[in-house]
């Protein structure tokens, strides 16, 4: 059996560096299984992540030969093995210890978007199309890879006024909802910063749930907000009615 270099973070809040670290190379291994091989063989204080391992928990989510990657998803032989594999946390978010981060931020912006609400009246009956449209963005597994890819966050930290693409992919599930009856276009705008986002689809590339992130959901939420806020003949109509 081949063996492989794994080049791992290790470090805390207060600094760190990677290490090499040489494992076994077996059939069918993914990055996570060679994570667990360097804490079973060197390192058992290696702090990481996961759960599933079957890419539906979105628990391992890591920096990959420097691409947001779900660990357990991320076979090794798709990798080049003739050098190091590197593996680092999550660029987006404050560490905590080695490949494990802080990622509380993003339950504190999920309850600033209000529930589901039906409209008053409403008769629940729902196309097909509606629940496709819908059920796209409920495919979601949280993993935040998403957010750690956006530039936005990642290199300009405008976290407290931006939502970043996993909650406007949440803010389409509900906006988009036939029956639902509360208008979330103002928080979008206002608390949730879409205006930042310049739609260049790295969070899409990187969903490891396929969701066209940028087509479906977020050109969709901008477009209303430039209608309620920009579109001249709406501005209009609200001058008239004062």
Not at 219 to 240: A, G, H, S, W
């Amino acid at each position: 059996m081949a063996d492989v270099t794994m080049r791992i973070y290790r470090g805390d809040q207060q600094g760190g560096k990677t290490v090499d670290y040489t494992v076994p190379l077996t059939p069918g291994m993914v990055v996570l299984d060679a994570v667990h091989a360097v804490q079973a063989q060197y390192a058992p204080d290696l702090a990481v992540r996961w759960n599933c391992k079957a890419a539906k928990c979105g628990s391992c989510s890591a920096e990959v030969n420097g691409r947001p990657r779900l660990m357990c998803k991320t076979r090794m032989d798709s990798l080049p093995l003739n050098e190091p594999i590197t593996v680092y946390p999550m660029k987006a978010f404050p560490i905590i210890k080695d490949l494990a981060t802080d990622v509380s931020w993003n339950y504190r912006v999920n309850k600033k978007i209000p529930a589901f609400k039906a409209r008053p009246g409403v008769e629940w009956k729902m196309y097909q199309a509606d629940v496709d449209r819908v059920q796209e963005f409920r495919k979601c597994i949280e993993c935040f890879l998403c957010q750690d890819v956006c530039h936005v966050l990642r290199d300009h930290d405008k976290q407290e006024v931006f939502g970043g693409p996993r909650f406007f992919v949440r803010t389409a599930s509900l906006e988009m909802h036939p029956l639902d009856g509360v208008s979330r276009i103002a928080l979008l705008k206002e608390q949730l910063g879409i205006g930042y986002c310049n739609i260049t689809k790295c969070c899409t590339e990187v969903c490891p749930e396929e969701i066209h992130i940028t087509d479906n959901a977020i050109i969709p939420l901008k477009e209303r907000v430039v209608d309620q806020f920009y579109d001249p003949l709406t501005m209009l109509f609200r001058k008239v009615r004062g």
